[in-house]
């Protein structure tokens, strides 16, 4: 972690899902989820993470108060997002989760806040800012490995993501069936697989990134390690810029302002 990080610590929004956990309390029972996995290296670092609902009415509230997102993983965007659709959808897909988020990227993007989308983080990212989807890609969906760095991904050299993660080698999991077709606006691919599936994008100005393994559940930390630690330290530079200062100086720069005028 870099020395940018401040004394107060950053807070992260994390997004989360609705879960039906009724069969253990012997009835409908809707709960606000994601892998506990996902939170390790931010509380190992003293940082603060907030999971969220997808209430389209706090948004605003939302980003006026935190330093950084991550998009977690889940259920497929739904292609409505991004092309013309009509008719039944084979996969399964939460419209109301797509609400959120979408404006929750927007809104982030136009405070300038930090964004690491993960798998479906990385989908969701690229819609919201007008690219488009594969619908579907064959041998990627590998749920029994999840732990293990199973598939290849070459990273650009000279990328954010290369300069994190200090190679252009990766070795990931991999557990997805919709992948980058079109990049959105401001979007450009870093990574791809041997394949040639997207595996990563990353934003030529703002400091937004999405990758399309999950990083939390590789057995190895320094995966995830690293890029939570460049979402971090890219939140604490923002909060560091915007605190407001301490009485003291403020009472002294006016002074000095004061001084000046004279």
Same mark, same amino acid.
């Given at each position: ?7 107060? &610590? &950053? ?5 989360? /899902?609705?879960?039906? #956990? ?24 003293? *940082? ?26 889940? *259920? ?23 609400? /959120?988020?979408?404006?929750? #990227? ?42 293990? &760095? ?13 300069? #994190? ?13 919709? *992948? #980058? ?82």
């Amino acid at each position: 972690m870099s020395a940018a990080r401040s004394a107060t &610590p &950053p807070v992260i929004a994390v997004t989360g /899902f609705l879960q039906d #956990i009724g069969e253990r309390w012997g009835g409908p029972f809707p709960a606000l989820a994601v892998e506990s996995a996902y939170f390790r290296p931010f509380h190992e670092n003293g *940082a603060v993470t907030v999971l969220v609902p997808s209430d389209m009415a706090s948004v605003a509230t939302l980003v006026s108060w935190i330093d950084g997102v991550l998009l977690t993983g889940g *259920a497929d965007v739904h292609p409505a997002r991004y092309r013309s659709w009509s008719g039944p959808y084979p996969y399964t897909a939460d419209p109301d989760r797509d609400d /959120f988020e979408l404006e929750l #990227i927007h809104a982030a993007l136009a405070r300038e806040l930090p964004v690491l989308g993960v798998c479906r983080g990385i989908q969701v990212l690229n819609v919201a800012l007008g690219g488009t989807l594969q619908m579907h890609v064959t041998g990627h969906l590998l749920l029994k490995e999840s732990s293990e &760095p199973i598939q290849h991904v070459r990273v650009i050299p000279g990328s954010r993501l290369h300069a #994190i993660m200090e190679s252009g080698s990766l070795h990931v999991n991999s557990m997805h069936h919709q *992948a #980058i077709e079109e990049p959105g606006q401001g979007l450009r691919i870093v990574a791809w697989a041997d394949d040639g599936t997207p595996e990563a994008v990353e934003h030529s100005e703002a400091p937004v990134l999405g990758i399309q393994w999950h990083p939390e559940k590789l057995a190895d930390p320094h995966n995830y390690d690293a890029l939570v630690g460049w979402l971090l330290d890219a939140a604490s530079r923002r909060r560091h810029l915007l605190r407001p200062r301490p009485y003291g100086d403020r009472h002294a720069a006016s002074s000095h302002s004061r001084q000046a005028d004279r």
